[in-house]
């Protein structure tokens, strides 16, 4: 009795989708059921995101020792209905000298582009819209192609602010997909498959109460650390908020856009760390199964969105406590630490799979990821001169 | 020969074609960016998964933006005065219609060479990683060093000019 229940409300979504299709003709159900979830989507996530920010706005506030937005509804709640009415009826200026049309294209094609990210998380057991073989590989194609979204956007404004911010926006994304790329081909690894569904599949398994979440292995542990420092930079959160670094570039990219289309970065941004946060759990952190076993009845996507939302508390922890990073710090950061830390993790990860079961691979590969770090560490530190600075620019 | 293979060849051609025709290079990148996409949803519609969705990462990803950036390094943003075409249009035009030709005749002969194989040839991720590294893996490996060697080659170009600049 109890365990039906909890399997129909795990499958709560599933069930509705094909309750409501049911009531049309036959031809028309596979394609109405596709509709109904691509909608759910679509509305399901910028939803998310209004209440996010309200989430962000009065979380900073506490971190800063202020209350936060507290006027509009019950405890500011409503702050997010306002917001939405003041960027739909505020003027879309458009620069005279901008490049209208690519002017215009921008935001669409980097929310679009965000949006795809979505069509292959897997958010609950069974819920997935499109269960492809190569669905990572999907995924970083659509990650890529905002890159060029967020050029097109500086670029057109014809303003030096918004090149400038689309400059080091694209640079500093190139330099970390590289570094997302290959902490979660270490995942791939180990599962043997592209497929996010398979992936979550291989860590829903249980040894004793604990599961077998990647992130509790050595090479997991630093995969998951690396993806999680590529993952704030490429969605450009602080403390790699460089391309919008208000005291330097006003807005970085989207300083020309206004009203609407300035909203509509915004939630490209947001939506962007929602996609990034469930891939992450996807990969490292069980995806949508149970952190304990005898937590199972508890549905699937619950999980999920309960993990989605922790990583995007560590983001705004994150924005509030960091300082923000220099152009070089950001780079040598990116090439001289992340980058080969991250390709010692795959030969890590690849020792892992050779060694077979026992106690000894996880001394052996703890014990060479420790003195990895250890090492890089130190000889960087080595390399720092601690003196005054000379900027090749600036005198 | 479905209404979406014509509306795709319809994007790549159009892209291809817009990538010569334009006056601004940036919208001659940007709509070369255009004909990838089409290229990628080409293969798509072949249920070629794997080359689709790596024609985007790699060409729209990395190499639309490496355009993008070398244009916007060397200055060659600005629209250009005067027109575009070169005095020996003409006979470029010949030299691409006849390269046109050959390839087109090539592919034609070829359809009537190859043995008949069955009409949707399955190859899904495993089977290309395994052919990448088993049958394929010595021309795998020139490549990757062929691209060490093009990287490096960079890293020494762009070393010369810093050490000039100190």
């Given at each position: ?91 879309d200026?458009v ?8 002017h215009f294209?921008a935001p669409l ?44 956007a ?100 989207h300083?020309?856009y206004s009203g609407f289309k300035f909203a509509l970065f ?130 | ?166």
């Amino acid at each position: 009795m109890f365990d039906t229940l909890a399997r129909n409300f795990d499958q709560i979504f599933i069930l509705l989708r094909d309750w409501l299709v049911s009531f049309l003709p036959a031809g028309m159900r596979p394609v109405a059921g596709i509709v109904l979830s691509v909608a759910t989507i679509v509305a399901l996530f910028p939803g998310l995101f209004a209440l996010t920010t309200i989430f962000e706005r009065k979380g900073l506030g506490r971190i800063q020792n202020r209350i936060g937005p507290n006027r509009v509804g019950p405890f500011g709640l409503l702050q997010p209905v306002a917001d939405g009415i003041k960027s739909l009826t505020k003027e879309d200026i458009v620069p005279v000298s901008a490049n209208a049309a690519i002017h215009f294209l921008a935001p669409l094609v980097l929310v679009v582009a965000v949006f795809m990210g979505f069509a292959v998380l897997p958010m609950g057991r069974n819920m997935v819209l499109v269960d492809m073989d190569c669905a990572l590989l999907f995924y970083f194609a659509m990650g890529a192609s905002t890159e060029l979204a967020v050029f097109m956007a500086g670029w057109s404004s014809r303003n030096k602010y918004s090149l400038l911010g689309a400059m080091r926006a694209v640079a500093q994304m190139i330099s970390y997909e590289v570094v997302l790329l290959l902490s979660s081909v270490a995942v791939v690894m180990i599962t043997g498959s592209l497929s996010l569904t398979k992936i979550v599949a291989a860590q829903d398994q249980y040894t004793g109460i604990f599961p077998h979440w990647y992130i509790f292995t050595p090479w997991g542990l630093a995969g998951f650390v690396m993806y999680a420092i590529a993952a704030t930079a490429e969605t450009n959160r602080s403390p790699f908020d460089l391309p919008e670094g208000e005291s330097e570039l006003v807005a970085g990219y989207h300083t020309e856009y206004s009203g609407f289309k300035f909203a509509l970065f915004f939630l490209g941004e947001y939506l962007a760390m929602f996609s990034i946060s469930g891939l992450g759990s996807t990969l490292f952190l069980g995806g949508w199964s149970a952190p304990f076993s005898f937590l199972q009845w508890v549905p699937s996507w619950i999980w999920f969105f309960s993990k989605l939302m922790l990583s995007i508390f560590v983001f705004i922890w994150m924005r509030g406590t960091l300082p923000r990073l220099r152009q070089d710090q950001l780079m040598n950061f990116a090439w001289k630490f992340v980058l080969p830390f991250t390709i010692f993790n795959l030969m890590v990860t690849a020792l892992w799979r050779f060694m077979g079961e026992g106690w000894l691979r996880w001394v052996v590969c703890s014990a060479l990821l420790a003195a990895a770090y250890g090492i890089m560490a130190r000889v960087s530190m080595r390399r720092e001169h601690f003196e005054p600075r000379s900027y090749r620019y600036a005198e | 020969m479905s209404p979406v293979f014509y509306l795709v060849a319809a994007l790549t051609l159009g892209g291809a074609l817009t990538a010569v025709v334009l006056k601004n290079t940036v919208h001659c990148a940007l709509a070369l960016t255009a004909a990838f996409a089409g290229l990628a949803l080409l293969f798509l519609g072949l249920d070629a998964q794997f080359a689709g969705f790596a024609q985007i990462l790699v060409y729209i990803g990395a190499v639309a933006i490496l355009v993008v950036f070398a244009i916007l390094l060397t200055r060659g943003s600005e629209t250009p005065q005067g027109s575009v075409y070169s005095r020996y249009s003409i006979s470029g035009l010949v030299a691409a219609a006849a390269v046109f030709a050959v390839l087109g005749w090539a592919v034609l002969q070829s359809a009537h060479m190859l043995p008949n194989e069955q009409a949707v040839p399955m190859a899904d991720v495993h089977d290309i990683g395994v052919a990448l590294m088993g049958r394929y893996v010595l021309p795998l490996e020139i490549l990757a060093v062929l691209l060490t060697a093009a990287t490096i080659g960079a890293v020494i170009v762009a070393l010369h000019e810093k050490e000039d600049a100190k």
